[in-house]
């Protein structure tokens, strides 16, 4: 009987595998030494002399294949084909649901961290607290420890650490006492873009204003009041997914909200 090949994997790029996806219709080899030599090499179970791939389709996306063989010879029957079509066809519409599912549970989880962020907002007292309530959940996001909330002092056009959490008290004292200009180094670069600004080599980026105290990975978030950045929450790492690239964003968001407010 029909065997499946476990641990199988098609390239994309073989010419018979790229046509079956693009065309997203089932791949029939009958006899794989005539008709497909180049596969050979790729099944798991070496006894196997027939392949077949039925592609997962959803929403016009190839999204995977159900694989089939047999250790001998043979061209599947139409009622073969039809049912192993209908089999992908269930699956792939089963996948998509579970993707579906994920994603509304991330939105979910996203949503309650605003939500407690914003009940404890509305208890904090001054804008420092509320700074570093946003400051601290924007690290939880990342999963590290030392951040820090950056704004332009429009008068001098030039930055100042205004809330910080993990970072020595002299390397925030210095970083404050001398100029460090709004269009200098991550801040330049975020001012122009307005977006999210990742930093996967601090050490080598040309970005980065070189200091005593220079994390590895930095992440700009940008605060803004209108068409302008006035600020960002600098974090010591890259956020792990893009769920957690809006949550940032939506954070600074309420920061920028309360800035103008103050």
Known sequence: GDEPPLGLRLPATLPLVRA??????????????????????????????????????????????????????????????????????????????????????????????????????????????????????????????????????????????????GLPADEVEAFNSRPVYAHEGTFGFLSASGGLLEVADARTDPRVLKRAHCPLQITNVPLCSGDSVIGTISLDALPPDDQARSLLLALADLASVDIDRA
């Open 20 to 165: 079956a996806l693009e065309s997203a219709k089932p791949l029939i080899i009958p006899n794989i030494d005539r008709d497909a030599p180049e596969l050979r090499t790729l099944l798991v179970r070496k006894g196997s002399n027939a392949f077949f791939a039925f592609p997962m389709i959803r929403s016009g996306r190839v999204l995977g294949v159900i694989t089939l063989s047999s250790p001998s010879p043979r061209i599947p029957s139409d009622q073969e084909i039809a049912g192993s079509q209908l089999l992908a066809e269930l699956a792939a519409s089963a996948l998509e649901n579970a993707q579906i599912y994920e994603e509304s549970q991330a939105r979910v989880r996203g949503l309650s961290a605003l939500t407690g962020v914003g009940e404890a907002l509305n208890r904090a007292l001054s804008l420092p607290e509320t700074l570093d309530i946003i400051l601290r959940k924007a690290m939880s996001v990342v999963g590290k420890t030392e951040g820090s909330i950056l704004l332009r002092d429009p008068a001098t056009n030039t930055m100042r650490i205004v809330a910080h959490v």
